[in-house]
C-alpha cells in the first residue's frame, strides 16, 4: 500500500490558523512489509528511522497494537520551511494506522485527530481534504469548508534557512486589540468570500493586507516585503508567508508567472524558486 499527502500552505495571509491550500509536493509512504520492529527508510537529516518517527508514533497513538512495519518514506516537502511537513508526518500516520488497522475513520474523523494533535487545523485540513479547507477549532470540535481554489500558479521561494514554527510563534503578541481584532477579521471575511467567488485579484489583495501575523513574523522574515513589493511590479495577485515561514507563496496568473520567476532568481537570494500547483485530491492511497 502506497499512501501519498500533499504540502500545505497555510494562513494565506489573512486566515491565520483557519485557511489552507494543498500543494503539489507530496510525502510518499509505502507501507512496505511485516517485520519484527518498526523501521522507516528515508533521506531526512536529523528524522528518526525507528518507532520515535513522527509517522509511526502518530500510528500507534490510534492503533497501538498495530504491527510493526519496514516502511519506505519520500518527500519533496523540506522541514521548517512552512510547507506542513509535520502535518503531512502526522496525516500519513493516521491513514496508516486507519487503513493497516482497519478503523474505518470518516475524513472528517481524520482532521480531528490530526487537528488535536497539531493543534490547528489550517495544514491538516488541505492536507486530507485538499483544494482551499476554512476550518475553526474550539477545543472540543472541527468544523470545516472545502471549496475550489480558482486556477492560477502557486510560486513558492523557499528559503535555505529553516524557520521553527515554534520560534515564529513566539514572536506574536498574546493579544489585538479588539478594534483592530474587527477590522482583521473583516479583512479575512472578505478574502474568503473573493476566493468563493473566484475574484483572486481581490483575495490576493486581502491577503496581504493581514493584521494577525505577517507583521510579526516579518521580522524574522526580511526577504517577505522585497518579495512582495516585485509582486507588485509585475502584477501578481498577492504574495504572503507560507504558514509561519519562511517560505513566500506568490499566486501568479499563468500568463506571468515566467516574467516573475525570472525577476525572483534575480534577486539573487539563498533559497529555490518551485513553480507549484494546487492539489485538489489531498491525501490519496493506492
Given at each position: 500500500?502506497?499512501?501519498?499527502?500533499?504540502?500545505?500552505?497555510?494562513?494565506?495571509?489573512?486566515?491565520?490558523?483557519?485557511?489552507?491550500?494543498?500543494?503539489?509536493?507530496?510525502?510518499?509512504?509505502?507501507?512496505?512489509?511485516?517485520?519484527?520492529?518498526?523501521?522507516?527508510?528515508?533521506?531526512?537529516?536529523?528524522?528518526?528511522?525507528?518507532?520515535?518517527?513522527?509517522?509511526?508514533?502518530?500510528?500507534?497513538?490510534?492503533?497501538?497494537?498495530l504491527?510493526?512495519?519496514?516502511?519506505?518514506?519520500?518527500?519533496?516537502?523540506?522541514?521548517?520551511?512552512?510547507?506542513?511537513?509535520?502535518?503531512?508526518?502526522?496525516v500519513?500516520?493516521?491513514?496508516?494506522?486507519?487503513?493497516?488497522?482497519?478503523?474505518?475513520?470518516?475524513?472528517?474523523?481524520?482532521?480531528?485527530?490530526?487537528?488535536?494533535?497539531?493543534?490547528?487545523?489550517?495544514?491538516?485540513?488541505?492536507?486530507?481534504?485538499?483544494?482551499?479547507?476554512?476550518?475553526?477549532?474550539?477545543?472540543?470540535?472541527?468544523?470545516?469548508?472545502?471549496?475550489?481554489?480558482?486556477?492560477?500558479?502557486?510560486?513558492?521561494?523557499?528559503?535555505?534557512?529553516?524557520?521553527?514554527?515554534?520560534?515564529?510563534?513566539?514572536?506574536?503578541?498574546?493579544?489585538?486589540?479588539?478594534?483592530?481584532?474587527?477590522?482583521?477579521?473583516?479583512?479575512?471575511?472578505?478574502?474568503?468570500?473573493?476566493?468563493?467567488?473566484?475574484?483572486?485579484?481581490?483575495?490576493?489583495?486581502?491577503?496581504?493586507?493581514?493584521?494577525?501575523?505577517?507583521?510579526?513574523?516579518g521580522?524574522?522574515?526580511?526577504?517577505l516585503?522585497?518579495?512582495?513589493?516585485?509582486?507588485?511590479?509585475?502584477?501578481?495577485?498577492?504574495?504572503?508567508?507560507?504558514?509561519?515561514?519562511?517560505?513566500?507563496?506568490?499566486?501568479?496568473?499563468?500568463?506571468?508567472?515566467?516574467?516573475?520567476?525570472?525577476?525572483?532568481?534575480?534577486?539573487g537570494?539563498?533559497?529555490?524558486?518551485?513553480?507549484?500547483?494546487?492539489?485538489k485530491?489531498?491525501?490519496?492511497?493506492?
Amino acid at each position: 500500500m502506497k499512501i501519498r499527502v500533499p504540502a500545505t500552505s497555510a494562513n494565506l495571509g489573512c486566515g491565520f490558523d483557519s485557511c489552507g491550500i494543498a500543494l503539489s509536493l507530496y510525502l510518499h509512504l509505502d507501507t512496505g512489509v511485516e517485520a519484527e520492529e518498526w523501521q522507516i527508510e528515508h533521506r531526512l537529516e536529523g528524522v528518526s528511522h525507528d518507532e520515535s518517527n513522527l509517522i509511526i508514533t502518530t500510528a500507534l497513538a490510534l492503533k497501538p497494537d498495530l504491527k510493526p512495519r519496514k516502511m519506505t518514506m519520500q518527500t519533496d516537502i523540506p522541514p521548517a520551511r512552512g510547507l506542513g511537513s509535520s502535518s503531512t508526518a502526522i496525516v500519513a500516520g493516521i491513514e496508516l494506522a486507519n487503513r493497516e488497522g482497519q478503523l474505518g475513520l470518516t475524513r472528517k474523523e481524520k482532521l480531528a485527530i490530526a487537528t488535536e494533535m497539531e493543534g490547528h487545523p489550517d495544514n491538516v485540513g488541505p492536507a486530507i481534504y485538499g483544494d482551499f479547507v476554512v476550518a475553526c477549532y474550539d477545543q472540543k470540535e472541527v468544523n470545516s469548508v472545502k471549496h475550489h481554489f480558482p486556477d492560477c500558479d502557486v510560486v513558492v521561494f523557499i528559503p535555505d534557512q529553516e524557520l521553527l514554527t515554534s520560534e515564529s510563534r513566539d514572536i506574536l503578541p498574546k493579544e489585538l486589540p479588539y478594534k483592530e481584532a474587527v477590522t482583521a477579521s473583516g479583512i479575512s471575511n472578505v478574502m474568503i468570500g473573493a476566493v468563493l467567488n473566484g475574484n483572486l485579484p481581490l483575495a490576493g489583495k486581502m491577503m496581504e493586507q493581514d493584521l494577525w501575523h505577517e507583521k510579526y513574523r516579518g521580522e524574522l522574515i526580511p526577504h517577505l516585503k522585497p518579495l512582495r513589493d516585485l509582486g507588485h511590479q509585475v502584477g501578481v495577485y498577492g504574495t504572503v508567508l507560507s504558514g509561519a515561514g519562511p517560505t513566500i507563496l506568490t499566486l501568479c496568473p499563468y500568463e506571468l508567472t515566467e516574467t516573475f520567476v525570472a525577476s525572483v532568481k534575480a534577486l539573487g537570494l539563498a533559497g529555490k524558486v518551485e513553480i507549484l500547483a494546487v492539489d485538489k485530491e489531498g491525501t490519496q492511497v493506492f
